[in-house]
């Protein structure tokens, strides 16, 4: 059915759950890795953004357990103990591996309302009952014959944080073979399930996703506490001898073998970014000794890899990542401009190429302040960081996934692993604070062989960090330039200030009667009569009314004002509204074609990425000293 996946002889379900999903052929990283992690290997692997590392190491994964089931058949009773592991730095990529994991359980393509509700509820994230979801089969290839009733061979699921950890209990309790977890709510779980953390123990798959960012998220005591958990007994219980006893020789032959002995722990690291340096440490490096050398904590991902319990004693490493982290069918490029100006450009770019646009911040405060801005200006954005519920971020990102020109306004911690589909663009609108931020960023757009682009904002004081930035990347070339017609960016500079006047007033007023409101709440909870010196102070504090009214006025007037710049058309430089035969731009021509920008008259309608210019011959260090001073840059 499937020639090109024949030479790994994958479980049938899992070649059924391919043809299915339309994966024809191996990516390169599922090709070079399936060969080793399906003969018992270890594996590090290094590859691109977007390029299917999920089943590079899910498909093994799968295809053990799924033949193990085969063969356990029925009769056995009981919790079933968890037998794969995946540990994920983010409540969101934990979601998506489940969801992609059991997308290869469940031979009928999901629905993607389906998926959100299963990713609400990852009760819900198992096969067995996501087979009960509406999943709408493929036109083509034929639908696939459905699954047996009854508990799935094989089940899958996520527990993550800010979810009913009730309900994940209840998961858990009723069996999970592939458990894929963020180490926060993970630990919180295993100290109070012995059994869990029994089970831990006797892994047979273990696999960091992102490992690098996981230390980044905080998450560090927790993940080492599991990976402490995953050690297995024997090896803790294994005393060095401090004299040669000849066994040690005899070891080392033994361990010369390659991959894990029969039924040990395999240990997969999987990451679009690992230092070059760790990669080699890693191949040179023996098992480890114990858990804490020199008593101290791992603290750097070197640390931490260094003490995983890989089995395999030479762990292949598989590193295809592109030279200076960029995938080949991403185009970069940058945009330069003071900080002040960023809206304006940010809505310049979303107005001049349209399409679904993924814009990271580098603050939750700044995501707060654009968003209403945003709201004024009509553009549809969607928040996703820390701060947001569960629910809401996950809810975000669905309206995100399914509106084809959505904004999703998103801190880093929308950087790393997830997969939507189709992210035509993606703004830095700070510039990261690390190359691999900054590679992880860019990975949301540009996947599976898609094309992709991404715009870097450059403040005037950002410029050393993009400098080193790239120089840590590698490369010598500088970003393209994004080119920005001058004359329509003023007309989105004067909209971009109104709308800030207008979110600056209400902003105002959201926080007068807030605190007024906190004061009186708190007051009331706390059974303490308000004196009337305080209501009379208040009084004297607050507006009149008069001025009250007249502030209401003013925001009306300059909303008003805005709804009607917004009405208006944005024509280009050169371009006659009242006979667009005319004019140096022959509109007419461009519309009858359909290359004309919708929203902006007379500029041809271009894919973002296909007018970068080179940037300009920086000037010499003295004119550029005296720009810099001029403008209050440090030197
Ligand atoms: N063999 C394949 N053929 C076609 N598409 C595939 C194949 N394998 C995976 N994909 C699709 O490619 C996309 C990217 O896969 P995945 O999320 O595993 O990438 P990744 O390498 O983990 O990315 P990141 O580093 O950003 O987490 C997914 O939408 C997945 O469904």
Redesign the pocket.
């Known amino acids: 059915m499937l020639p090109n996946w024949h030479r790994f002889a994958l479980h049938p379900q899992l070649a059924r759950a391919l043809y299915a ?1 339309r ?5 390169p ?2 090709a070079e890795a399936l060969p080793l992690t399906m003969q018992g290997r270890d594996v590090v692997g290094v ?1 691109e ?7 590079a190491y899910g498909l093994p994964i799968l295809h053990h357990l799924l033949t193990e089931a085969a063969a356990r058949q029925s009769g056995s009773v009981g919790r079933r103990p968890v037998r794969a592991l995946v540990l994920a730095p983010t409540r969101e990529l934990a979601l998506q591996v489940s969801l ?1 994991l059991n997308a290869c359980l469940n031979t009928v393509t999901p629905d993607p309302k389906a998926e959100s509700a299963a990713a609400e509820d990852p009760a819900l994230n198992v096969a067995s009952k996501k087979s009960k979801g509406k999943g709408k089969a493929p036109a083509k290839p034929a639908a696939p014959p459905a699954r047996p009733k009854g508990p799935p061979a094989v089940s899958v699921a996520a527990i993550v944080g800010g979810m009913s950890a009730q309900k994940q209990r209840r998961v858990l309790g009723r069996g999970v073979d592939v458990l894929v977890a963020t180490p926060g709510r993970l630990w919180d779980i295993v100290q109070e399930d012995d059994v869990l953390a029994e089970q831990l123990a006797r892994l047979r798959f273990l696999v960091l996703d ?1 490992a690098d960012r996981m230390i980044e998220t905080g998450h560090f005591a927790e993940m080492e506490n599991i990976l402490r958990l995953t050690l297995q007994h024997a090896k803790e219980d294994e005393i060095e001898p401090e004299f040669d006893t000849g066994m040690e020789e005899k070891k080392e032959e033994a361990d010369s073998k390659e991959g894990v002995k029969d039924g040990e722990m395999q240990t997969f690291v999987f990451s ?1 970014t690992l230092s070059k340096d760790l990669q080699r440490n890693l191949k040179k490096r023996g098992r480890p000794r114990t858990w804490t050398k020199n008593g101290k904590a791992a603290t750097t991902l070197d640390d931490l890899l260094m003490r995983l319990d890989f089995r395999d004693p030479t762990p292949a490493v598989i590193d295809i990542s592109p030279e200076g982290g960029s995938v080949a069918t991403l185009q970069e490029s940058r945009v330069e401009c003071l900080t002040t100006d960023k809206d304006a450009y940010l809505y310049y770019f979303l107005l001049r190429y349209p399409g679904r646009t993924l814009v990271f911040l580098s603050s939750i405060d700044g995501i707060r302040r654009l968003l209403p801005i945003m709201d004024l200006l009509q553009i549809p954005a969607f928040p996703l960081h820390s701060q947001l519920e569960q629910r809401q971020r996950l809810k975000n990102l669905d309206r995100f996934r399914n509106t084809p020109r959505a904004i999703l306004l998103a801190t880093d911690v929308a950087a ?2 997830l ?1 939507v ?1 189709a992210v035509d663009h993606v703004v830095h609108y700070q510039v990261p604070r690390t190359a691999d931020a900054y590679v992880h960023r860019n ?1 949301r757009t540009a ?2 062989q898609r094309r992709g682009f991404s715009l870097l904002m450059c403040a005037p004081d950002e410029r050393r960090v993009v400098r080193a930035l790239m120089k840590s990347l590698g490369r010598e070339e500088e970003l393209l330039e994004m080119p920005v017609e001058l004359y329509m960016l003023d007309k989105m500079k004067a909209r971009v200030q109104l709308a800030r006047q207008i979110d600056s007033a209400q902003h105002r007023v959201r926080k007068e009667n807030h605190d007024k409101g906190w004061l009186r709440n708190t007051a009331e909870a706390m059974e303490i009569a308000l004196d009337s010196d305080f209501e009379s102070s208040e009084e004297e504090a607050a507006p009149s009314k008069q001025k009250r009214k007249a502030a209401d006025a003013k925001t009306a007037n300059l909303k008003a004002e805005l709804k009607q710049l917004l009405k208006q058309p944005l024509v280009a430089q050169g371009v006659s509204t009242r006979y667009i035969t005319s004019g140096s731009v022959s509109v007419a021509d461009e519309m009858i074609a359909g290359q004309y920008n919708e929203t902006m008259v007379g500029l041809r309608k271009t894919e973002a990425g296909s007018d970068l210019v080179r940037a300009k011959k920086p000037k010499s260090k003295a004119v550029r000293q005296e720009f810099e001073e001029w403008n209050g840059i440090e030197a």
């Open positions: 999903q994966f024809t052929a191996p990516t990283i599922q590859a953004t977007g390029s299917g590392k999920t089943l992609h992102e679009a790393r692993g997969d589909p990975g996947r599976a």
